[in-house]
């Protein structure tokens, strides 16, 4: 199997706020909306599927999170909110859905 073939699906994990703050300080971190898959998103990141990744963050469904979006965090910072997955180097995470 290559990189081609690869599930992403395997490799999203939930996490807090806790281990993504390196990331969001290194400008790493990227908040996927809940309108796309992450694990497709991850695909097409690790493919190099630039036209594509370039039209998610001009949709702004991927973005960098700011300042506020961290510091709301931060309150409770041990809290699972979210899903991630890492294409080094970078992070991607999800919300977890309030339902």
Excluded: C
């Excluded at 599930?7 to 806790?18: G, L």
């Excluded at 390196?22 to 990227?30: D, G, V």
């Excluded at 910072?77 to 992070?91: D, E, L, S």
């Amino acid at each position: 199997m290559d990189e081609m073939d690869f599930d992403f699906r395997d490799q999203i994990q939930t996490t807090d706020w806790y281990p993504l703050e390196i990331h969001f300080k290194n400008n790493a971190l990227f908040v996927v909306s809940n309108s796309l898959n992450l694990a497709e998103v991850a695909g097409a990141v690790a493919r190099d599927e630039k036209i594509k990744v370039e039209a998610w963050v001009s949709q702004n469904t991927i973005y960098r999170p700011d300042a506020e979006f961290a510091e709301f965090h931060r309150k409770d910072q041990y809290k699972v909110f979210a899903n991630f997955i890492i294409v080094a180097p970078y992070v991607f995470i999800q919300l977890l859905s309030l339902e």
